[in-house]
């Protein structure tokens, strides 16, 4: 392990880094982005991913951070003030570690089982909401239209808690053309349609899940199969997208457990 000791804003490294943390097209550019705390860095590691390099509070002693350290000992270590520490991350409680990796790329490949389709999502943390989700109900790919939120942000790694790492994820897709690819059915959400729960989900699906506030666009309404809704109280209007994609999700993973049993 190879310890760099950073203590100045003019340091190169530490203006990469922070600039990396807040920019997309940094991020596009060199193919690479940052986990920001432990627990996705061991995320990546389990999936298989090689941390480049890390950069690490010096005001902060912690076992966890030190094992992590000495698991990738083939990357390098900057160790940086905490001050310097905190212009990096932009989260209140800080980590204590930040890993640079570069950024996994999916080669597209057709599969069957559950497509997920990500309309124009905007919050990252929706997105990470309903990828973490997409993950937990085994989801095989995830198609991400262009205007989607960055899929390697540290808000979005945040809210899927690194759920990325284990989906075929792909970006900037014209959803449109991925469903034309399709030989199986492909539904959506909406506030009119057939009860989500009196629906028969087959196992080879595709669904869609629509902008936060425009829903989905009706190029793609065209091309789907039927609209299903989620069943509410009176008096309330709609869903979280993240928490209705959850719903949806969760739904199509009971009824396959229960075909299987």
């Not at 995320?43 to 480049?52: A, C, D, F, N, P």
């Not at 990325?164 to 449109?176: I, P, W």
């Not at 789907?224 to 949806?248: D, F, Q, W, Y």
């Amino acid at each position: 392990m190879t310890e760099l000791i950073i203590t100045s804003v003019e340091n190169p490294t530490f203006k990469m880094f922070r600039k990396l943390y807040g920019n997309s097209s940094l991020r596009n550019e060199l193919g690479q982005c940052l986990l920001d705390g432990p627990h996705l860095i061991r995320s990546y590691s389990e999936s298989g991913g090689r941390i480049v390099e890390l950069i690490k509070d010096a005001s902060i002693e912690s076992v966890e951070i030190n094992e992590l350290i000495n698991q990738h000992s083939h990357a390098k270590t900057h160790v940086v003030q905490h001050d310097l520490f905190t212009k990096i991350s932009d989260l209140k409680s800080v980590t204590g570690i930040i890993a640079l990796i570069d950024m996994p790329v999916s080669s597209y490949k057709k599969t069957n089982g559950l497509n997920l389709l990500l309309d124009n999502i905007q919050d990252p943390g929706n997105l990470g909401s309903i990828l973490r989700s997409a993950a937990a109900t085994g989801s095989c790919s995830v198609f991400l239209s262009k205007g989607c939120s960055d899929l390697w942000s540290p808000k979005t790694l945040r809210g899927s808690q690194g759920a990325q790492f284990f989906l075929d994820c792909y970006e900037n897709q014209s959803l449109e053309i991925v469903i034309d690819q399709f030989d199986f059915p492909c539904y959506t959400l909406g506030m009119k349609g057939e009860s989500l729960y009196n629906a028969k989900l087959t196992k080879d699906i595709a669904i869609i899940i629509g902008n936060e506030g425009q829903g989905v666009n009706p190029i793609l309404l065209s091309k789907v199969k039927k609209t299903l809704s989620i069943p509410m109280a009176r008096g309330v209007e709609s869903l979280n997208v993240s928490s209705a994609a959850s719903i949806m999700l969760y739904e199509y993973y009971r009824q396959l457990q229960d075909k299987t049993l």
